[in-house]
């Protein structure tokens, strides 16, 4: 298992930015794949990007395609999410999670490791 721990949520404008770090502890941080996801008061949590080991594969929802970029640092065991153009909609808590899976699928149930959330508030 991995452990991590998420950064750099916040309330923001409607157009403005956030960044979302996530830091991993323990070995093998390359090893696993990364996602990030979101969950919003009263909804499930549903998918939002996802990286594999070496960053050679990125998937987005359809609702942050183009304006949200998933990124990683093997070297400093992280994952970031840069959040651009954001909405009140994106209003949400947004998780880390990281699967042991060749590739990342968009499936909460394929990672088994999560971080404890972090805010992030759109004003409109």
């Known amino acids: 298992q991995v452990q991590l721990i998420e950064s750099g949520g916040g309330l923001v404008q409607a157009g403005g930015s956030l960044r979302l770090s996530c830091v991993a502890s323990?070995?093998?941080?390359?090893?696993?794949?990364m996602g990030w996801f979101r969950q919003a008061p009263g909804k499930e949590r549903e998918f939002v990007a996802c990286?594999?080991?070496?960053?050679?594969?990125?998937r987005y929802a359809d609702s942050v395609k183009g304006r949200f970029t998933i990124s990683r640092d093997n070297d400093k065991n992280t994952v970031d999410l840069q959040m651009n153009s954001l909405k009140p909609e994106d209003t949400a808590v947004y998780y880390c999670?990281?699967?042991?899976?060749?590739?990342?699928?968009?499936?909460?149930?394929?990672?088994?490791?999560w971080g404890q959330g972090t805010q992030v508030t759109v004003s409109s």
């Open positions: 990286i594999s080991r070496r960053s050679g594969v990125t």
């Open positions: 323990g070995r093998s941080f390359s090893s696993y794949g």
């Open positions: 999670a990281a699967t042991q899976l060749l590739v990342p699928s968009r499936g909460p149930a394929d990672f088994g490791s």
